[in-house]
């Protein structure tokens, strides 16, 4: 064995971490595929992004330093991000699913399922930023990170229903799988920010 404490050899002293896996590899494609579902080079993607631009400059217009960074020069359609820049990303497209234009545009567009459509990206999307938080926590009881077990497998659900990556390899990729491992991860290692590389990079 390569480490005692489990049987999955080096992958399982290599833990995935929240700045490549979550940051730069769930959020970015969650991102890309809610673009694709509206038509990369569309009107209507335009018109989504010139929305999340607006109310990104609204959001910077208050004093809670723990809001994440929103004010996007080009939105947030497209262009280099730092990682903890897409939890500012994911905040846009929550505000763009709640807001009254963002509803009125997208329930135009037949791929996002009128309603329904609406309030599933809406579910999955207030999800994933409720589950960054969480894993960005300096503490965690170890109880709740054992029930993290179903979570995990729910938000996966959600995930590969709503989001529909259509494109290579679909989301049959090693950062999806690896959220089932992250409870163990969390276990032998402590909470996502002692094994994550953001503070080195």
Known sequence: LFHAANDRGIHGACPSEKLHAIQLGIFKCIRE???KCMGKSSQLAEDINALAKMCGKLFTHQSDRS??????????RKGKLMAT???GVLLLMAAVLRSTQGRRFLF?????????GLRD????VEL???????????R??????KRLGKKHRYIMCIMGNVAKRTTGMGLKLMKYHAIIHMIQDMLLYGV????DTGSNE
Not at 121 to 124: A, H, I, V
């Open 85 to 87: 820049e897409y939890r």
């Open 192 to 195: 996502p920010n002692e094994f």
């Open 121 to 124: 990206w809406t579910l999955l």
């Open 128 to 138: 994933l930023l409720e589950w960054e938080a969480y894993l960005s926590l300096g």
């Open 140 to 145: 965690m009881s170890k109880n709740h990170v």
């Open 33 to 35: 595929i809610f673009f």
């Open 108 to 116: 135009q567009r037949k791929r996002f399922g009128k309603q329904d």
């Open 67 to 76: 809001m994440p960074n929103t004010n996007f020069s080009k939105g947030i």
